[in-house]
């Protein structure tokens, strides 16, 4: 019973000990769907426990920020994203590209590709959208016209990341598209992989579609956090 009630609250659902990600916690699209929100440390840590996984900022001793260039910090990781056990509904970061290409793959998804994001992220799809976003219709922001509402470093309430579905809601339903932290997408080029959307560290310029940034595939921070999509059904 404490199992099956960890793995509701984390938007999961356990089925002989593997976790699968809940149709619920999705937004349908047409040709896929995707996760509303960033994946959260409850997520991650129902994944990491079931497959003893120790990822690469634990086992060099911390993940990075930036401060005059990168710095690892000692201890901060996925479960204590700034040296302290975080929030089971904050997104799970210090994730390097592999390790959020596994947690997807575990829960029967994959990483969302620079056009799905895109797509998801500016182009309002759904025929009946909530917020008086438009259908058709491509913002410019992930929010819509203006960047009002998102996590980033211009004034807002949030001085780190967010808690996950406490920011505004933004095109198709999602949230943290734009903000937050950045996300890792299936896109590779040799040793790197894109990221987009950016973070509460940057500005709202960030989190427009042209802002997308290569950062090295093995690279984890408290920056960099990911979410999944899935074949629609």
């Known amino acids: 019973m404490k199992w099956h009630l960890i793995a509701l609250r984390c938007g999961l659902m356990a089925v002989t000990g593997v976790a699968f990600a809940d149709p619920a916690q999705r937004e349908n699209l047409g040709k896929f769907a995707i996760d509303r929100t960033e994946v959260t440390i409850g997520q991650f840590r129902n994944f990491a426990a079931g497959k003893a996984l120790k990822t690469a900022a634990e086992q060099e001793g911390g993940g990075h920020e930036f401060a005059d260039g990168w710095i690892r910090r000692s201890g901060w990781t996925w479960a204590t994203p700034f040296g302290e056990p975080g929030g089971e509904d904050e997104p799970a970061v210090h994730v390097s590209w592999n390790e959020a290409r596994d947690y997807c793959l575990a829960v029967g998804g994959r990483l969302p590709t620079l056009e799905e994001w895109e797509r998801a992220a500016y182009t309002e799809t759904r025929a009946n959208p909530t917020d008086d976003f438009v259908s058709g219709r491509t913002y410019p922001y992930p929010?819509?016209?203006?960047?009002?509402?998102?996590?980033?470093?211009?004034?807002?309430?949030?001085?780190?990341?967010?808690?996950?579905?406490?920011?505004?809601?933004?095109?198709?339903?999602?949230?943290?598209?734009?903000?937050?932290?950045?996300?890792?997408?299936?896109?590779?080029?040799?040793?790197?992989?894109?990221?987009?959307?950016?973070?509460?560290?940057?500005?709202?310029?960030?989190?427009?579609?042209?802002?997308?940034?290569?950062?090295?595939?093995?690279?984890?921070?408290?920056?960099?956090?990911?979410?999944c999509v899935y074949t629609a059904q």
């Open 143 to 227: 929010v819509g016209d203006r960047p009002d509402g998102m996590n980033t470093s211009d004034r807002d309430r949030w001085p780190r990341h967010a808690s996950v579905g406490t920011t505004k809601r933004g095109v198709n339903g999602l949230y943290d598209m734009g903000g937050n932290v950045w996300e890792w997408l299936a896109d590779r080029r040799g040793d790197e992989a894109l990221t987009a959307g950016g973070s509460w560290w940057y500005g709202a310029d960030k989190t427009k579609a042209s802002a997308v940034q290569w950062k090295s595939a093995d690279f984890h921070a408290v920056y960099i956090g990911f979410r």
